[in-house]
């Protein structure tokens, strides 16, 4: 059998559910199929694989993924990976079918299924992993859909705060496994198993042993509910129950012991491991078993009788001796087939009587002989009781608590007085469940009168009990095999030889179990005492209700958190994101390299034209600040900033630069006059003076981030990577304006995307005005006034005298200033002065241009010259040039990147005009001052 | 030189910034457009000063002025224009739905919510 096989075993879940969720359609049968079919073609793919690793072979596969970061999809099938696939996957069956009958008729069970084989890849990739990275992220796989499973009536409140709760602390014992097993990875050099697990010794003794240790456990301790995490299991009854019987018996819980088995070689026979293992393993056990007693509810009985007993498989793990591991392995086959099945039994008295209140049920021998039946033996077997499997484990414990080599002395017997104590509490909660569940006298409290269930929803209880007698019975030749595999496997070494039988003669650990069971009878007989001494004392169940308190301070402390951080404003926001920009940029600095603010470099002399400039600059600037809040003469100021602005272009040897900014000016100035038509003119100031010094100092701050970042830059050396544009600008693309030719040429899909953007930032603003209706602030009303006269005279015959300069603009921008830019803002400008001279009737009626086309167009054109060289051949965007003639005009060069020109040229005439005339059209359906703001 | 320029640059950042801190639409935009002048004129600067470069490939033209930031500004300033008019719209519509030209669809409140005044 191919070792890839191994793969699609782990798929055959994960499959299913995708399967299972189209079924459902189908109807719940069908869905009921899927799943089982999911579930046995996993067993099938299994089968051939179980006699190798029953004669000790691993089997692994390995699958490069993530090579760099030591992730691969590796497998492995040994003796424990081979018990819990079949223990997954064989519980899994009986589960599908019992869950059948067990959720209400009106369930579609898709989505049930499709969570429970979603747990059972989970589960099934955390027995198969070979990578350990593997191992954690299936581990939180399964801690996510138990999650899901445990809030399936995501109705009841109940329900989602248990799952909530197994979520947090699952969930969080994880993310302790994750750091574990990293540490681990890193000690011992591998994340994979087989080599991790060969390096004990290595482990052992390093410095981080504990740390490891500590976190490993937590992971382990949190999933396998061991005290004093032990809360959310209970909690966890709120789930259907057969995701009880499934998980919490069987499956998921077992993952914390399973991963002490998988890391047994590694991490025990240490000092620390048994007391940090042998001591949780010992509390949890005997704690468990005192409080199921109390339990009324029969799942609560249980969940804290599977608590008692998955400590008791910590503990003998924690023992430290190769025959407690093999105890151990015993006990997790044992546990999982009763547990499971008195889960399920339990699921069907619930179902058949409508409660599961143990004060209120009685009598059901009467009712369900045969469900009955097989609820005794497996309540038998969680006792301890002989020829039933748990009795045999159990012994097998007894046996080695005696004479361990950590206790002598005095103390030689303190550890078996514990079994012995241990084992009593178990004996008496088991009697109580049987006691009182079939055999106390009716109480006629029964919501309905019970039966006997359906033959198939029994079934499940029928099998698990079958086994539970068979490996009672015959434990050698029934479980032999596969616990002296998985034994080997969690031992990595020899097993020593052990004998498997129910009887070993008269000795200490047969009188131990006696002990145990007739104390445990009495214990229960006196049971009313202990009720009463319980409620008299009623213990907190600290550790839930310390969960709790921090869950709520955690909540509390978000909420401030957010509060303090979101005030839902967006100047807080910004000033925020400032205030960060600020400390990140401080802190960059401050750990950056010591050099001086000022480069090498001379500082330049300083001339009388800049200093005149740059004082324009400051008065617009902070007239601008100053005066922001009567609009109209900030913006008055502001526009003397740009103008220096363009000015300063224009003396620093960048013409192209001062005319766009220039004509960009114009329009934008016209804009937001347009615009504030619409907003009040003048502002109250609102901002407390505390508020203004806070966004004064973060705004200063930023400006001398900015202005020392720009000395820095002018006063250090600089090597221009522009040689090439330079170079190539006339021989390579035709023109003197290297600016140009970048803009058109070298650099023309960039021009491409930006005139894209520029025309969608266009058409947002066509779809955000259009239709909108606005009441004018200004005075309320629009100005009775005529259009001047002298101006729709003056304007009418500078259209063609503008258009003309433009075009001549737009021809020459190849090799002087201009280009398409340029010429679409000026040809821009001249529209709009016909709009603002002659009104938009006038000019709407004579133009009749639509603008969203001109964009259209544009964007055409650009495109179209750049396919257009794919026809030669050449690649997207390539531009070819000559020299034409044409009369009058003069030769000139042409170049096909003057096409894109073109189009760049339409395009902005597009985006300005289309921006001006949609707020010149809210004119024109403007609402009553009187019906807005009174 | 180096010094004063830079200074102007801050300035025109420190004034931008303000305004953009500001709660009031208008404010914003102002406050915008002085930035971009601040950023435009920082990312020409990248190509150094010169008052004296030869802005244009002509024959016998030495030392030309750098032409790569200058195109990237040259975009920029027309892309800010793009960006200046959305905002503009994106204002006037927020105004048409809320009722306020506050950046936050509506002025604040001084008491905290859950206060009673």
């Known amino acids: 059998m191919s070792p890839h096989a191994l793969a699609a075993l782990l798929l055959a879940p994960f499959l299913g559910v995708p399967l299972v969720l189209l079924l459902q359609a189908r109807g719940r049968r069908w869905a009921a199929w899927g799943a089982a079919g999911a579930m046995a073609a996993g067993l099938a793919i299994l089968a051939p694989f179980v006699s190798a690793v029953l004669h000790g072979g691993t089997v692994v596969m390995r699958w490069p993924w993530l090579p760099e970061w030591g992730m691969d999809v ?16 064989g519980i899994g069956l009986l589960i599908v079918l019992y869950a059948a009958y067990y959720l ?4 579609r069970l898709g989505r049930f299924y499709a969570m429970l084989l979603a747990f059972a890849g989970g589960m099934l990739g955390v027995a198969l992993a070979e990578n350990m990275l593997l191992l954690v992220v299936f581990w939180e796989i ?23 709760m197994a979520l947090a602390v699952t969930g969080g014992g994880g993310l302790a496994l994750l750091a574990g097993v990293l540490l681990l990875a890193h000690v011992a050099g591998s994340f994979e198993l087989s080599e991790v697990l060969a390096r004990g010794d290595l482990v052992r003794d390093h410095a981080l042993y504990p740390v490891i240790l500590v976190l490993v456990l937590l992971g382990a301790f949190t999933k396998s509910a061991q005290f004093p995490f032990h809360f959310w299991l209970p909690n966890a009854m709120a789930a259907p129950t057969p995701v009880s019987a499934y998980l919490h018996s069987a499956t998921m819980v077992k993952a914390g012991v399973f991963l002490l088995a998988r890391f047994y070689p590694v991490l025990a026979e240490t000092d620390l491991w048994l007391v940090l293992v042998g001591g949780t393993g010992a509390v949890t056990f005997v704690y468990g078993a005192y409080v199921a007693l109390l339990k009324n509810d029969l799942k609560g009985l249980l969940a804290y009788s599977t608590i008692s007993h998955l400590g008791l498989i910590t503990l003998l793990l924690g023992l430290n001796t190769p025959m407690a591991a093999v105890a151990a392995v015993f006990h997790i086959i044992n546990h999982a087939i009763f547990k499971a099945s008195l889960f399920i039994a339990a699921g069907i008295i619930d179902h058949e009587c409508g409660t599961r209140d143990m004060r209120r049920l009685g009598g059901l021998f009467r009712f369900m002989p045969w469900t009955a039946t097989l609820a005794i033996v497996a309540a038998g077997s969680m006792a301890g009781v002989p020829l039933l499997n748990g009795f045999l484990s159990k012994e097998m414990f007894f046996v080695e608590t005696i004479n361990h080599p950590a206790f002598f002395g005095a103390m030689g017997y303190a550890l078996p007085a514990f079994a012995t104590l241990a084992g009593m509490l178990s004996v008496a909660y ?7 569940v079939f055999f106390s006298a009716a109480t006629a409290d029964m919501p309905r009168t019970p039966h006997e269930p359906p033959r198939w929803m029994r079934l499940p209880v029928d099998v698990l009990v079958a086994l539970v007698l068979l490996v009672g019975l015959l434990p050698q030749w029934t479980v032999g095999p596969i616990l002296t595999a998985a034994s080997a496997a969690v031992l990595q070494a020899d097993v020593p030889p052990f004998k498997l039988a129910i009887w070993h003669g008269f000795n200490m650990p047969l009188a131990m179990s006696a002990a145990a069971l007739v104390g445990g009878l009495l214990y229960y007989r006196r049971r009313h005492a202990l009720f009463a001494l319980h409620a008299r004392f009623l213990p907190r169940l600290a550790s839930q209700v310390a969960f709790e308190r921090a869950y709520r301070i955690a909540e509390f402390a978000a909420m401030r958190l957010m509060a303090l951080a979101d005030r839902r404003s967006l100047p807080t926001y910004l000033a925020l994101f400032l205030g960060f920009t600020v400390v990140l940029g401080a802190w960059a600095w401050h750990s950056a390299t010591p050099s001086s603010l000022a480069g090498p470099l001379p500082w330049g002399e300083t001339d009388p034209v800049t200093w005149v400039g740059v004082a324009l600059l400051a008065i617009g600037a902070l007239g601008t600040v100053l005066l922001h809040r009567q609009r109209l003469i900030a913006l008055v100021f502001m526009s003397v900033a740009g103008l220096v602005v363009s000015l300063a272009f224009l003396r620093f040897a960048a013409p192209d630069l001062a005319l766009t900014q220039l004509s960009v000016e114009v329009v934008t100035i016209v804009l937001l006059l347009m615009a504030l038509r619409y907003l009040p003119q003048e502002a109250v100031a609102e901002s407390s003076p505390a508020l203004r010094w806070r966004d004064a100092a973060l705004a200063g701050l930023g400006g001398l981030g900015v202005a020392a970042l720009c000395f820095a830059m002018l006063t250090r050396p600089f090597d221009t990577i522009s040689g090439y544009h330079i170079a190539q600008s006339v021989p390579g693309g035709g023109g003197a304006n290297v600016v140009n030719v970048i803009l058109v040429d070298f650099r023309g899909f960039d021009t491409l995307g930006e005139i894209a953007v520029l025309a969608m930032a266009a058409l947002g603003l066509h779809a955000l005005l259009d239709g909108l209706r606005l009441v004018p602030q200004a005075g ?12 729709a005279m003056l304007m009418r015959p500078l259209l063609p005298l503008a258009i003309a300069v433009s075009v001549h603009i737009f021809l020459r921008g190849h090799n002087l200033p201009g280009g398409g830019f340029i010429a679409g803002l000026v040809i821009a400008i001249a529209l709009m002065l016909q709009y603002v001279a002659g009104g938009i009737d006038f000019a709407q009626a004579r133009l009749r241009l639509d603008y969203v ?17 794919w026809l030669f051949g050449r690649p997207f965007l390539t531009s070819a040039h000559g020299y034409v003639s044409p009369p009058i005009v003069g030769s000139f060069e042409i170049a096909s990147a003057m096409a894109f020109d073109l189009g760049v040229c339409l395009v902005v005439i597009g985006a300005v005009m289309l ?7 809210l004119g024109c359906r403007e609402q009553a001052p009187a019906q807005g703001e009174g | 030189m180096a010094l004063l320029v830079s200074a102007a640059i801050g300035l025109l950042t420190a004034c931008g910034l303000y305004l953009l801190l500001r709660p009031r639409v208008f404010s914003v935009i102002l406050g915008l457009t002085l930035l971009s002048y601040a950023v435009n004129a920082l990312i020409f600067l990248g190509g150094r000063l010169s008052a004296t470069a030869a802005p244009l490939a002509l024959p016998g033209a030495v030392g030309l002025a750098d032409p790569l930031p200058q195109a990237l500004v040259l975009t920029a300033i027309v892309i800010g224009f793009g960006m200046t008019a959305y905002l503009v719209a994106l204002a006037l519509r927020a105004k048409g ?9 509506a002025p604040p409140t001084d008491t905290p919510p859950g206060r009673a005044e």
């Open chain 1, 142 to 164: 399964t801690s996510l859909s138990s999650f899901l499973l445990i809030a399936y009536w995501s109705d009841s409140r109940e329900a989602r705060v248990a799952a909530r």
């Open chain 1, 780 to 791: 309320g009303t629009r100005t009775q006034d005529r259009y001047p006269v002298m101006l």
């Open chain 1, 915 to 921: 921006a001006l005339t949609e707020l010149g059209l």
């Open chain 1, 74 to 89: 590796a497998l492995r099938l040994d003796g424990l990976g081979l018990l819990f696939a079949g223990l997954i996957l």
């Open chain 1, 853 to 869: 086309r001109v964009l259209g167009l544009g964007l055409a054109i650009a495109m179209a010259t750049g396919l257009a060289s």
């Open chain 2, 97 to 105: 739905e809320t009722g306020t030209d506050h950046v936050d669809g």
């Open chain 1, 430 to 436: 088991s009697a109580r469940f049987v006691h009182e």
């Open chain 1, 104 to 107: 209400p008729m009106n369930d």
